[in-house]
């Protein structure tokens, strides 16, 4: 039986003195009958059961080891070849590999994944050149685009000033990190991301924007950020509407730098 407060406008003085009904006054104890009526005036009193959620049961996920991809992860480089990659332009890449680890040939283009992405969890090491050559933007400069489109920069930040929002970490000229993380150059680094793809309607206008969490060598830097736009050098971004997939992109940018033990998670919609 449900008594809803208020509901028996003339009996509940009744109801007060058979102990159902009231709220406990303070000074009248805790007895056992108080509690009793406590629990029969709530109308939202619920069991335990009531709660509890049984499906969905997640799906088994093995995680062997720190460094090991999950059972589930699509390798895009295990230290042995450039087979998942082809050049932007769709021709051979021409990165160096070599020591399980393959390296920017400057000068020689950008690569991308055969396979297109959207939603995501990436884990990828990086590590830049030991000997320092340049400043600012030219010092160990590369970078990871998300469906070709959204940069998260990789750079020699170590005691290497430049602009907040173009160091390593940032979201290129879009999000500062919220810490410098950088470890020293020749050590390797990493970034643990989970990127979530923009959205468009029929018509092409952007439904929901693009959002990316990055953490830096297990340091939270992005914190579920909006991205503006596509990655610019120039300009402020505008969204134009693309695939539900597209390639993962390294950046040539000039400067030799290394990536070992890539590893990529599609996630599913609901983990949005
Ligand atoms: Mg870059």
């Keep these: 039986m449900r008594i809803q407060r208020g509901q028996f406008a003339a009996p509940i003085t009744a109801l007060m003195v058979a102990g159902i009904g009231c709220v406990a006054r303070p000074e009248a104890g805790h007895t056992a009958a108080a509690s009793a009526s406590q629990e029969i005036s709530r109308p939202d009193s619920m069991r335990p059961e009531e709660t509890e959620v049984w499906e969905p049961e997640p799906e088994v996920v093995t995680s062997e080891a720190d460094g090991v991809p999950p059972s589930d992860a699509v390798v895009l480089f295990d230290g042995t070849d450039l087979s998942g990659w082809v050049h932007e332009d769709g021709s051979e890449p021409r990165w160096h590999v070599g020591n ?9 283009g950008s690569i991308r994944t055969r396979q297109g992405f959207g939603d995501v969890q990436l884990h990828i090491e990086w590590r830049t050149p030991a000997e320092i050559v340049g400043d600012g933007q030219d010092r160990g400069n590369s970078g990871i685009y998300f469906m070709e489109r959204y940069e ?17 970490g940032s979201i290129y000229k879009q999000h500062i990190p ?22 468009f309607a029929a018509d092409e206008t952007l439904a929901s924007p693009a959002y990316m969490t990055v953490f830096h060598n297990g340091v939270l830097i992005q914190n579920h950020v909006e991205l503006q736009g596509p990655t610019l050098y120039i300009g402020v971004p505008q969204y134009e509407a693309h695939g539900d997939r597209a390639p993962l992109l390294l950046q040539d940018h000039g400067n030799p730098v290394s990536f070992r033990n890539i590893w990529i998670r599609e996630l599913s919609a609901t983990a949005r």
């Design 152 to 168: 998260v920069q990789v750079l020699d930040s170590y005691d290497n000033r430049t602009y907040s929002n173009g160091q390593a």
């Design 100 to 108: 399980g680890v393959m390296t920017v040939s400057p000068g020689t």
């Design 178 to 199: 919220l810490v410098n993380a950088s470890r020293a150059p020749g050590v390797w680094q990493s970034y643990d991301v989970v990127f979530i793809a923009p959205r």
